[in-house]
């Protein structure tokens, strides 16, 4: 068994989508970044306090030491023992609310080839108690809110914990949440495992497609974790297919032509820049790419030794209170110095949280739709748009 599912659980937005593109993928280089290695660090940190709190006897030397070496990594930052402390009391909110200690797995590896050509994946965190089962899954980006409505990922995940333990404990109920603590931000969903199953079932067509390479490109919001983002040729032929817009006859578009237009441009802004991103790499390593070169971007200027230089300026009569400026912390600074808890308990009354301005979004967005009788120009803010 490889290290990675063809038809991986975390992919599983793009191949439902489009199911053609996992054999494509496969054809190109993976990739990794600063963010996804920062990612995987905070993960392991999170499995060994998980590991110490509810499956494995751990003395603190042992634990210490364990994660002193996480610790060494250079990506390690503070931060993210407070966040994956996060992660850990919301298990342990779960573990705590049943009646008799439920079984606990960290890590599980979990085979869901029943319904997926050769799927597996790994568990962040399953309980099961009585009759539920949960699936707990650790986000540690700070990008943009995953929720766990109806998340495909999740669902997988859930199909091979069932796979796993049906034959031990009567699941009727399958509740899964995401949690993404550098955005506080917990996401749950529930349903019965008739509906669960039942999904597992509706995607078979579709992950058989996929496995075999089958059907057809679809571009759409997907594209953007694809590996072929910036080289494909259906996201190319739909991005570039505006012109048909060019022969409407009346002199105004109407408000469904905006609608159609924006979402092409919603696309077409994120292809763009994927476009130039591989361009970039292709020209680093060496290849052509017509009409363009690989330049030196502005740079930013900055002291090779700070304290040294104010030392000198200091000495030649520049009064050191002119060389630093004081400034008030941001709410989020002084809710990281203080604690989630802390800055709740002394502080809530203090803060103002009131409606965003007003921002333009796609229907599959899941925030509530703004109900307005008014006319726009009401707002007193510019309006924003959310692409």
């Not at 949960?134 to 859930?158: C, E, R, T």
């Not at 060496?286 to 002291?303: C, E, L, M, P, Q």
């Amino acid at each position: 068994m490889s290290a990675h599912a063809l038809l991986s659980a975390s992919g599983a937005h793009k191949w439902l989508s489009c199911p053609p593109s996992a054999r494509l993928e496969e054809t190109l280089p993976e990739s990794t970044s600063q963010y996804a290695e920062e990612g995987r660090l905070a993960h392991e940190i999170a499995e060994l306090k998980l590991r110490k709190h509810f499956t494995e006897p751990m003395g603190p030397k042992k634990f210490n030491n364990q994660l002193k070496k996480f610790q060494e990594n250079p990506l390690y930052q503070d931060e993210m023992l407070r966040h994956t402390d996060t992660y850990k009391d919301y298990i342990s909110g779960i573990v705590h609310s049943f009646a008799s200690p439920p079984y606990v797995a960290i890590e599980k590896k979990l085979n869901y080839a029943v319904y997926a050509p050769d799927g597996f994946g790994t568990g962040d965190a399953i309980i099961i108690g009585g009759n539920t089962l949960h699936v707990i899954d650790l986000k540690y980006g700070k990008g943009v809110p995953v929720s766990a409505f109806d998340n495909p990922q999740m669902k997988l995940y859930a199909l091979g914990a069932y796979l796993e333990y049906a034959f031990l404990f009567a699941i009727s109920t399958v509740k899964m949440a995401i949690v993404q603590p550098r955005l506080d931000s917990i996401s749950e969903f529930e349903m019965p495992i008739t509906d669960l199953l039942a999904w597992g079932e509706s995607i078979k067509p579709i992950a058989a497609m996929a496995f075999k390479g089958e059907g057809d490109f679809v571009p759409g919001e997907h594209c953007r974790f694809c590996r072929a983002k910036a080289q494909c040729r259906a996201r190319s032929d739909f991005n570039l297919g505006l012109e048909e817009f060019h022969k409407m006859k009346p002199p105004l578009i109407s408000n469904e032509e905006v609608g159609e237009i924006l979402k092409r441009a919603q696309d077409l802004t994120a292809w763009a820049k994927h476009l130039e991103e591989y361009a970039l790499a292709e020209i680093l390593k060496g290849n052509d790419i017509s009409g363009w070169k690989a330049v030196h971007g502005r740079s930013t200027r900055s002291f090779t030794d700070t304290d040294e230089a104010f030392k000198v300026l200091i000495a030649n009569g520049t009064p050191e209170t002119m060389l630093y400026e004081r400034k008030p912390l941001t709410l989020t600074g002084v809710e990281d110095l203080l604690g989630k808890a802390k800055f709740k308990e002394l502080l809530t009354s203090f803060v103002n949280t009131p409606p965003g301005k007003p921002a333009l979004a796609p229907e599959s967005d899941k925030r509530e739709a703004i109900k307005r009788t008014s006319a726009a120009d009401d707002f007193s803010e510019p309006i924003s748009v959310t692409m």
